[in-house]
């Protein structure tokens, strides 16, 4: 894999260095050739976001059929629909760690491999359902915690920060959408291994990356963390894991919240692939909105209070689900736009940027795991989804507040110079 010099990667950190949130970083120019090998290397980024839902969301649509397949009870059933997201958590550092021995690029590629293999080995054999289950998990949360440095490294545009997030989406509505279509056509063991052949793709979209000349040497720049930077970095944390929290919630739980309003089975899935799907546009302008100020302090707290309407009209009337599904699928996905959009923009260089996606994410993806299981856990108790939706509009006002504070702060150096 031709990997760039150190003089290369110092110029790919200037054009993603430091810049206020509310300003674009300036972008140098690059030779044709150079062009060309950026434009394969963000390509391959948007195809590895495609890979980064369906896992979960295809297990979300097929969850019934799944719990009866491999013979789960109700505690397993939540833990088969939770642990790509406890997995998250538990693997946060690994990307950072990944990065730092063998470079950005090839820690993606590697996510995309081990994706592949957890994705078949999960459904061989019932054993082996949550263990594979736990290793696609990591994978994915290699990927998306090394998504926000590989682009800072290439000098990303707010556009092509939000068309990467916006590529979390797509995978999340093919997820959810084709479940139910491939369940029938090759039964449910198949339709969910067949997501690794996407996961293959991804991996060699990055090795032609790599091998194109545009990648990520690795740095071992020693990790500071100073006074100054702690509360941006604790906030942006808060920020993650509520948002996190509460798109995780829905993906997980959605069809059998709607199961339980009178929805069919196909329905339900694609609702769920409705809600990601409504979701594209608002996740690509997020990240561009995260850097205009004027906008962003009102746009950002707006997304939690919206958040939290739906919710609770989700708890509290059981009709109109194609409305607030609507409504939820484009502030929650645009919620999940502008955090990924703040992990760059509040970042003042590449290996920053590895930091604080980890500490946020990895935080996030465990406070998001356990939290969905505990909402399962909460619903299993009462045998009704209207006090789980409550917490969940709760939590929603507490990321309006959230994001009110952290908009207000300005990028942060995580590394010793």
Known sequence: MGFVSSRTDRRDGAAGGAVPAGRPAPRARLAPTASAARAVALGAALLVGVNLRPAITSVSALLDQATSEFGL???????LATLPVIAFGVTAMLGPLLARRIGTSRAILAAMAVLAAGLVLRVLSGWMLLPGTFLAGAAI????????????????????????SMSFGIGAALGASLAVPLDEALGLRPALAAWAALATLAALAMLAAGRSGVATAPTRAPIALPAGSRSTVALMTTVFSLQALLYFAVTTWLPLILSSHGESRAAAGSLLGWFSLIGLLPTL???MIARRRRILTWFGPGLG???????????????HDP????????AQNAGFGLAMGLLVSLSADEASAGILSAIAQGVGYAVAGGGSLLLGIVH??????????????????????????????????????
């Open 73 to 79: 009870g109700g505690v397993g059933r939540s833990l």
């Open 141 to 164: 949360m290699v990927a998306a915690t090394l998504l926000p440095p590989y682009l800072k490294a290439l000098g990303a545009s707010g556009l092509w920060v939000g068309l990467s």
């Open 285 to 287: 302008l997020a990240p």
């Open 305 to 319: 209070i919206v958040m939290a309407a739906g919710f609770a009209w989700l708890a509290l009337d059981g009709g």
């Open 323 to 330: 409305v607030v599904v609507s409504v939820l699928g484009v």
């Open 380 to 417: 299993d108790a009462n045998g009704s989804w209207t006090a789980s939706l409550l917490i969940m509009a709760f939590c929603a006002l507490l990321l309006a507040v959230s994001v009110t504070l952290v908009i207000r702060r300005r990028p942060v150096s995580l590394v010793r110079g």
